[in-house]
C-alpha cells in the first residue's frame, strides 16, 4: 500500500478504478461497469466480505478461462411473467442491469415477473440486485446458489451451497426494507476474511474435513464445511435455493459445480418481482404500522439500517477503505490515481 493513498475515496473515483482494474485484466467495459458498481457499493455499505476483497477473484476467474468477461448475456426464454436468460459462463450482473426495466415491466402487467439467469457466476451480495426495484415499489425476492459449502439436514459433508436469499420492500416513509443472508451461520467470505485475519470463528459456524466441529477458519477451508443458519431449518431453506436458483433455471446444484477456489461459482440465479398495484394494495404505506410495532417492541435498528448510515457516511467523507482493500486496488490497477 502506498503511504499516500486516500483512506477516503469518493465512490465515482473508486467505481472508475475498479473498472480501470477489470478492463485491464480482460474484462468487457460493459460487463465491468455493472461488476464494478456491484463491488462499490458492497465497500461503500460496509458490506466488505463482498467488496474489494472479491476483485482479485473475478479477475483470475477471467484469466484462467473459467469465468467469460466479455460474453453478452442471452435471453433464450419468454413468457409474459417469465424470462430465462443464459449467461454463457458470464456474470450475472449484465443480464440484471439489461433486463430491469423489461422484467418490471412484465411485472406491472401481470402482477408478477421471474427472472431465471443460468450458466453464470455471481460472486457478490444480493441485495444490490434487488433494492432497486422496492425503489421502484416492487417487492422482490432473489436467490442464488454457490459451490456446495453447507451441511445438509445432519449431515457431515458439505452439500448445499451457502446459497444467499434476500427480501425487499418499499416503505412509504423511508428507504426500502432489505434483508440478504446466506444460508450458512457466517458467509464463506466473512470466514476468508477470518483465515486472512488469523482470528477464530464463534463456535458453531463450521466442521472440518472430518465433520469434526472446529473454530478454526484454515481447517474450515480447507475441506470442512459450514453449519446452515437456525439448524435443520436453515438446511430447507438452502434446499429450496438448490430448486429455485439451480434447478428452475437450468444450472448446477451446488455439489455438482467445479471446486473454483476463491473465485465465483458456477451458479443460477432466481429473482421474483411483485407488483402491489396490481393486488390493489399498498405495501409501501401498510408495512409502517408493523415497523413501528417492530421499533415499540425494542427492536432499535431494522435490517438494511447499518448500510443506509453507512452509505450516508460515504457520501459525506467518501467511501472508507482499509489497507488491505487498497492494497488488493493497488494490486489490480497499478498506475491508476
Ligand atoms: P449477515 O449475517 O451479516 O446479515 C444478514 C442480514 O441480517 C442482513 O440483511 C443484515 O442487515 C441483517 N442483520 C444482521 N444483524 C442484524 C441486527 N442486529 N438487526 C437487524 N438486522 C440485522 O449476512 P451473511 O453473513 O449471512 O451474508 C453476507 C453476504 O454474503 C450477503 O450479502 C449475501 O448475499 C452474501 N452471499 C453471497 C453468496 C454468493 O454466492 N454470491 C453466497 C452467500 C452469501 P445489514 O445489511 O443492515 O447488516
Not at 127 to 152: H, K, L, M, N, Q
Not at 186 to 213: H, T
Not at 231 to 237: D, E, L, R
Not at 293 to 305: E, F, I, N, R, Y
Request: proline share 7%.
Amino acid at each position: 500500500m502506498s503511504p499516500t493513498a486516500p483512506l477516503r475515496v469518493p465512490e465515482p473515483e473508486l467505481v472508475a478504478r475498479v473498472v480501470d482494474a477489470l478492463v485491464r485484466n480482460g474484462f468487457d467495459a460493459q460487463v465491468a461497469a455493472p461488476v464494478a458498481s456491484t463491488i462499490v457499493a458492497c465497500e461503500r455499505d460496509g458490506t466488505p466480505s463482498h467488496g474489494l476483497l472479491r476483485l482479485p477473484g473475478y479477475i483470475e476467474a477471467v484469466h484462467t478461462g473459467y469465468a467469460d468477461g466479455r460474453v453478452l448475456p442471452e435471453v433464450v426464454g419468454k413468457r409474459d411473467s417469465m424470462l430465462v436468460v443464459d449467461a454463457r459462463q458470464g456474470f450475472t450482473h449484465l443480464a440484471l442491469a439489461q433486463w430491469r426495466d423489461d422484467l418490471m415491466q412484465r411485472a406491472a402487467r401481470t402482477g408478477t415477473a421471474v427472472l431465471l439467469i443460468r450458466d453464470a457466476h455471481h460472486f457478490a451480495a444480493l441485495w444490490p440486485d434487488i433494492e432497486d426495484f422496492a425503489v421502484e415499489g416492487f417487492v422482490a425476492i432473489s436467490c442464488v446458489t454457490s459451490r456446495a459449502r453447507v451441511i445438509g439436514w445432519g449431515g457431515t459433508k458439505a452439500v448445499f451451497g451457502t446459497n444467499a436469499s434476500a427480501f425487499a420492500c418499499p416503505r412509504a416513509d423511508g428507504p426500502p426494507i432489505v434483508w440478504d443472508q446466506s444460508a450458512s451461520v457466517m458467509s464463506q467470505g466473512d470466514v476468508l476474511r477470518a483465515a486472512r485475519q488469523g482470528l477464530p470463528l464463534p463456535e458453531g459456524v463450521g466442521v472440518d474435513i472430518d465433520g469434526v466441529p472446529t473454530t478454526d477458519a484454515a481447517r474450515v477451508l480447507d475441506g470442512g464445511a459450514l453449519v446452515a443458519f437456525g439448524g435443520v431449518k436453515g438446511a430447507s431453506i438452502a434446499f429450496a435455493v438448490e430448486i429455485l436458483a439451480a434447478a428452475l433455471s437450468g444450472s448446477p446444484f451446488g455439489f455438482e459445480a467445479p471446486v473454483p477456489g476463491n473465485r465465483p461459482s458456477k451458479c443460477g440465479q432466481f429473482l421474483l418481482l411483485v407488483d402491489p398495484r396490481c393486488a390493489g394494495t399498498d405495501v409501501a404505506r401498510r408495512v409502517e404500522p408493523l415497523v413501528d410495532a417492530v421499533h415499540a417492541s425494542g427492536t432499535q435498528k431494522l435490517p438494511g439500517d447499518r448500510r443506509y448510515a453507512r452509505r450516508q457516511q460515504a457520501a459525506e467523507h467518501g467511501i472508507e477503505l482499509d489497507a488491505h482493500a487498497l492494497d488488493i486496488l493497488d494490486r489490480c490497477a497499478p498506475g491508476t490515481a
